[in-house]
């Protein structure tokens, strides 16, 4: 027992090594300016880059080598830093753990923002509004019923849950859906506005998954149907009031409440003089919270922040009718105060250390 005790305390001083800091501060190093380069190839874009470097625990590398991902290198700095907390750090200065646990912090805040934060889009015409965002790489199923009042009632199924065989009742009195076919990404050249079901193939998810159109192939009754992303509904069931159907089946990108409502008032840009290159733009929108509305200018360097959800001018686009879009990008991210919690926890430690008296040698 004793020589099973020894040969663990002996490998993690060994993973308490100074050396393995300065290796894994270098290899982050690495990464960002890797990953950033990365970015500008086409054939990889920002999202590529991001799901390849940074959101990845491992990644294949040149000649095929299997390389840490941003993920993977946190975890084992993490690891590393516990290792030195209870082995170099035994018997030194409270100032050195305080600091050590805002690193480990830090560390822990990456990892848990990658796992449960969520980003998505709002796009908005002048004089929209919306209170949901949507994700531009998540899919759902969506059975939609129109209500004599002029609402609708929403049941979305998660793409996580849809499976071949699955079944969906649907209201109405209308019988189920079952599930015959399932595809991440569809191959659409060529397909019509409305395919059949044989004419659907599958594809390779292409590098930036946000271009990837899923599709389900369902049966309802006798009758089978192609769905293809963002397509036109599948209306069944007879008519309610002026709706020409009582439900309808849609796949789509999934859609995420907001906890409050944004209508857009206006959209403002400027150029760069003698050129096209937009210089700044921004967004006047209302913000409908509980019955109260105050507006907010929202624009490149100045996010909506409302709790965990911040809001940030993206992009921007033009409507067939002439009205400005403004594209505006959605973080939820309820551990997002983990990194200033770590950088004042660090900021306190090592002052505390370095600041602490010193006792005399005479």
């Known amino acids: 027992m004793t020589d099973v005790r020894s040969r663990v305390q002996a490998y993690v001083r060994g993973f308490a090594d100074p050396r393995i800091t300065v290796a894994g501060l270098l290899w982050l190093g690495v990464l960002t300016v890797w990953g950033t380069l990365a970015q500008a190839n086409p054939a990889v874009g920002l999202h590529g880059a991001t799901q390849r470097f940074f959101h990845s625990w491992l990644f ?10 941003m993920m993977g290198s946190c975890a084992v700095l993490s690891v590393h830093l516990l290792a030195s907390m209870f082995t170099r750090l035994r018997g030194r200065s409270v100032g050195l753990w305080i600091t050590h646990l805002g690193l480990l912090l830090m560390m822990a805040g990456a990892l848990l923002t990658r796992h449960f934060a969520r980003e998505t889009v709002i796009v908005l015409a002048e004089g929209e509004r919306t209170a949901v965002s949507v994700s531009e790489t998540e899919w759902e199923l969506a059975v939609i019923r129109p209500l004599p009042d002029g609402a609708r009632e929403v049941t979305a199924h998660p793409w996580e849950r849809l499976a071949a065989g699955g079944r969906i009742g649907l209201p109405g009195g209308l019988g189920e859906l079952v599930i015959e076919r399932v595809d991440r990404s569809v191959d659409t050249a060529g397909l019509p506005r409305r395919p059949a079901p044989e004419d659907v193939r599958s594809a390779p998810v292409p590098a930036d998954p946000r271009r990837a159109l899923a599709g389900v192939v369902v049966r309802v009754g006798g009758d089978r149907i ?8 599948l209306a069944l069931g007879p008519p ?24 857009l008032l206006d959209f403002e840009k400027a150029f760069h003089p003698n050129t096209r290159v937009p210089r700044s733009f921004r967004s006047r929108v209302e913000v409908i919270d509980n019955g109260r509305t105050r507006e907010v200018v929202i624009s490149m360097n100045r996010p909506l922040m409302y709790g965990a959800v911040a809001l940030y001018q993206s992009s921007y686009a033009e409507a067939p009718d002439g009205r400005e879009i403004s594209v505006l990008a959605v973080s939820e991210n309820h551990v997002r105060p983990a990194p200033y919690l770590a950088t004042a926890l660090m900021a306190l430690g090592m002052a505390a250390h370095y600041l602490r008296p010193r006792r005399s040698s005479t």
């Open 226 to 233: 192609a769905l293809i992303g963002e397509g036109d509904a």
């Open 60 to 69: 294949r590398g040149p000649f095929g080598i299997w390389l840490p991902g």
């Open 240 to 263: 309610v009031g002026a709706d020409p159907a009582s439900v309808y089946v849609q796949l789509r990108r999934a859609r995420y409440p907001l906890p409050f409502a944004i209508r």
